[in-house]
Nanobody, 127 residues
Framework: VQLVESGGGFVQSGGSLSLSCVLT????????MAWFRQVAGKGREIVAS????????FYADSMKGRAFISKDNQNNTARLQLNGMTSEDAGVYYC?????????????????????WGQGTQVTLSG
């Protein structure tokens, strides 16, 4: 199983970030999915996750109201939108897939609960 992120690069300050993550080698409907990030001066942190079913999202407290996660099982794609971007949002964003055979509506937010990771995509603020 592999994950490939896209959509990083330069984002206008105050604008929105849109990231996609394609899962290959299996079907995404088996996996809870998540987005993590590593920003300057901080360790890796959860941004958002979504249950295996795709119906139940989880957001870090600092992301509530401006982050939106979705999971398209038919197209094996997870997406993240983050609005109101500031310099504190610059960093590397990672897509991650959780464990299979978990309750379909459970959510997870710890790194160790996601054994499969993408290579990360760099996000830089401009303006």
């Amino acid at each position: 199983v592999q994950l490939v992120e896209s959509g990083g690069g330069f984002v206008q300050s105050g604008g929105s970030l849109s990231l996609s993550c394609v899962l290959t080698g299996d079907t995404m409907n088996k996996y809870p999915m998540a987005w993590f990030r590593q920003v300057a001066g901080k360790g890796r942190e959860i941004v958002a996750s979504v249950s295996q079913s795709g119906r139940i999202p989880f957001y870090a407290d600092s992301m509530k109201g401006r982050a939106f996660i979705s999971k398209d099982n038919q197209n094996n794609t997870a997406r993240l939108q983050l609005n109101g971007m500031t310099s504190e949002d610059a960093g590397v964003y990672y897509c991650a897939a959780g464990m299979v055979n978990v309750p379909p509506h459970s959510t997870y937010d710890r790194g160790y609960e996601f054994p499969i990771w993408g290579q990360g995509t760099q996000v830089t603020l401009s303006g």
